[in-house]
């Protein structure tokens, strides 16, 4: 072969190799586009099927709201309004506005003291508010007026709560003092019974949920001294002890919901969520395709999670997993800061307030 056909031929398998390297350099950029984009709106038939709005529901510019909550007994969702400082009242059944109660300390600047923040209706029917000035609430549903407060001791807010509907207990998050805290309240007495301190839970304390099974509560806390990833704090409501806690993975988790059927634990973590056995503390599955999970809500009604991802770094999510294999279903965008979410079972509607707009209910079609 001559020098030049040498050369010729040299410079072809060249030009060859350089297409197919940026070949594979597009098609692997527009793989990790397609993967995002993905992740960022995959709905899997999940849609916009009403928008709630009411007078200052949304309000305009910022809209501090905080734990959304379904009794499925009277079917009526619930939103914590700091903004409005009140809770506001949704017929899940119609999907319409039906009313709000005030009496909350409102927002003034600071997530720390504003309230209402958690919400939750216990099987007496009572509905119990924590507000910024570490108080709980009690309000009388029938007349939609408040009928008690207990002051919890702290400074700042009492923040989120569940409920052992055996012993009729209530748990109070205290996670934003200087040495966090956690409630005890007997729904029956309307009274104080119980507190216990969390004095090395350096990150506050978040979330917790109770466990009909194992009769325990179990609590979100974001960091400790010896688990600076966080942890899911066991504690048993007859001794008000803490039993066990359970580490995890970089996590730093702020919303809990439970299936209990197969007795696993979703954690809303600042990274990938995580789904934790509830009698081992092993993690079982992470969700790698969403990130930055506020409140979390498990609905037996379709036996799936449905996590608020405000911070998921591709844009804020609706995200949903599927409980029966721990598996990721699907996400659906949302706005900057809807960080709340609950599902109503018997109609299977998702309930997400979002900023500049409402109460945005999705379901599946």
């Known amino acids: 072969m001559s020098t030049n056909a040498k050369t010729r031929l040299t410079w072809s398998l060249v030009t060859l190799l350089v297409l197919a390297i940026i070949a594979t350099s597009v098609s692997y950029v527009v793989n990790i ?61 119609t999907n319409t506005f039906i009313g709000e109660i005030g009496g909350f300390r409102g927002f003034h600047g600071s997530r720390e003291t504003q309230g209402p923040g958690g ?24 007349s939609r007026t408040l009928v008690a407060t207990l002051h919890t001791g702290g400074k700042k807010r009492a923040d989120e709560m569940a409920y052992d509907p055996q012993d009729q207990l209530l748990l109070v998050t205290n996670g934003s003092e200087v040495v966090p805290f956690t409630t005890f309240i007997s729904v029956t007495r309307r009274a104080i019974v119980g507190k216990l301190v969390f004095a090395d839970a350096s990150g506050g304390l978040e979330a917790p949920v109770f466990d009909a099974q ?46 209990p059927t197969t007795q696993e634990l979703l954690l809303g973590c600042s990274g990938h969520p995580v789904i934790v056995s509830a009698l081992t503390g092993q993690v079982v599955a992470t969700m790698v395709q969403t990130s930055g999970c506020d409140e979390v809500w498990y609905n037996r009604g379709d036996r799936r999670f449905y996590l608020a991802a405000f911070t998921n770094p591709t844009g804020p ?3 949903v997993v599927d409980a029966t294999r721990d598996s990721w279903v699907g996400n659906v965008a949302t706005v900057k800061k809807a960080h709340s979410v609950a599902v109503d079972p018997l109609t299977n509607h998702i309930f997400v307030p979002q900023t500049g707009r409402g109460i945005v209910v999705y379901a599946q079609t």
């Open 33 to 93: 586009h397609l993967v995002q984009a993905q992740a960022r709106d995959t709905s899997h038939g999940l849609r916009q099927i009403a928008l709630i709005t009411a007078p200052n529901i949304p309000p305009r510019g910022l809209w501090a709201f905080d734990i959304s909550y379904v009794d499925d007994q009277n079917q009526v969702y619930y939103l914590a309004d700091a903004t409005n400082a009140s809770v506001d009242l949704i017929d899940t059944r």
């Open 119 to 142: 919400v939750l209706v216990d099987d007496l029917g009572q509905l119990w508010a924590s507000d910024g000035d570490s108080t709980v609430k009690l309000i009388d549903l029938s």
């Open 214 to 259: 194992t009769h325990q509560f179990y609590v979100s806390v974001p960091a400790n001294t010896q688990y600076p990833g966080g942890a899911v704090a066991v504690v048993d409501p007859l001794t008000q002890r803490l039993v066990r806690e359970y580490p995890l993975p970089a996590c730093d988790p702020s919303g809990v919901a439970l299936d």
């Open 317 to 319: 999510v609706l995200s």
